[in-house]
């Protein structure tokens, strides 16, 4: 399959994506796992192809304050507490205050999200296994970098990322925090991961929870 851009939607950039990771295919203690919301309908398209188990992994976006869509950095849950990456904020007009509210609020927001998609469900161990973290795309690349150090806390085996379409800066810059870096696409000037989808509606709490029950149903145990 080839990766014409604009991809139709995040289904159809999944299954572009899991051509390219087919050497994956059959490795024991494989685990697919998605950035919620958007990485999720990608990661059950490559979980599908490969028969692998697909969970989540929760992680969230540092906006900067009035103007949230700007990324400051990230946090990700770990397994010593929350894992925070940061921008460069020595030239940012934003105090301690506004800086601690963004990250309570979002803090808040991975809790809610852990216990709306995983319920009483304990997160899967993934010391020893082959992981492939899967998002719609990657633009500065923050959010995904503090999801990589969050679970290097958790010693997997094999860390690799997979997106359908990023920055090519941002794809070299993870290199030093995964195993593997596969992109199936890196145009150039890239701006924004929505410019590359024809169809990028917002992905909901309810497309995710459906996503994840379908995959618990059909695809291998975790």
Same mark, same amino acid.
């Given at each position: 399959?080839? =990766? ?6 995040? #289904?159809?950039?999944g299954r572009v994506l899991a051509d390219r990771l087919m050497h994956y295919r059959g490795r024991?203690? /494989? ?6 919301? %958007? ?11 490969? =028969?692998?188990?697909?969970? &989540? ?9 009035? #103007? ?8 990700? =849950? %770990?397994?010593?507490?929350?894992? $925070?990456?940061? =921008? ?6 934003? +105090?301690? @205050? +506004?800086?601690?509210?963004? &990250?309570?609020?979002? @803090?808040?927001?991975? !809790?809610?999200? @852990? ?15 082959? *992981?492939?973290? *899967?998002?719609?795309?990657? !633009?500065?690349?923050?959010?995904? $970098?503090?999801? /990589? /150090? ?12 997979? *997106?359908? &379409? ?26 924004? *991961?929505?410019?590359?989808?024809? #169809? ?12 994840? @029950? ?6 291998? %145990?975790?």
């Amino acid at each position: 399959m080839t =990766s014409a851009l604009p991809f139709e939607d995040r #289904h159809q950039a999944g299954r572009v994506l899991a051509d390219r990771l087919m050497h994956y295919r059959g490795r024991p203690g /494989l685990l697919v796992l998605g950035l919620p919301r %958007g990485g999720v309908p990608v990661a059950c398209e490559v979980a599908r192809a490969l =028969s692998a188990p697909l969970d &989540v992994f929760m992680v969230r976006k540092l906006g900067f304050p009035g #103007h949230e869509e700007y990324a400051i950095g990230a946090i990700a =849950s %770990g397994a010593e507490g929350s894992v $925070r990456v940061m =921008s460069d904020l020595s030239c940012m007009a934003i +105090s301690p @205050e +506004s800086l601690a509210a963004v &990250v309570a609020r979002e @803090e808040a927001e991975l !809790a809610r999200r @852990e216990l709306l998609y995983r319920g009483q469900r304990p997160a899967v161990p993934l010391r020893g296994r082959t *992981v492939i973290v *899967v998002d719609d795309g990657l !633009a500065t690349g923050a959010t995904m $970098r503090a999801a /990589l /150090l969050a679970m290097h806390q958790q010693q997997p085996a094999h860390l690799a990322v997979a *997106v359908p &379409v990023c920055a090519a800066e941002s794809c070299q810059q993870l290199m030093d925090v995964a195993d593997e870096v596969i992109c199936a696409a890196k145009p150039e000037p890239f701006r924004a *991961v929505g410019r590359w989808y024809k #169809h990028f509606g917002q992905t909901s709490d309810e497309d995710v929870q459906a996503l994840l @029950e379908d995959a618990r149903s059909t695809l291998p %145990g975790l």
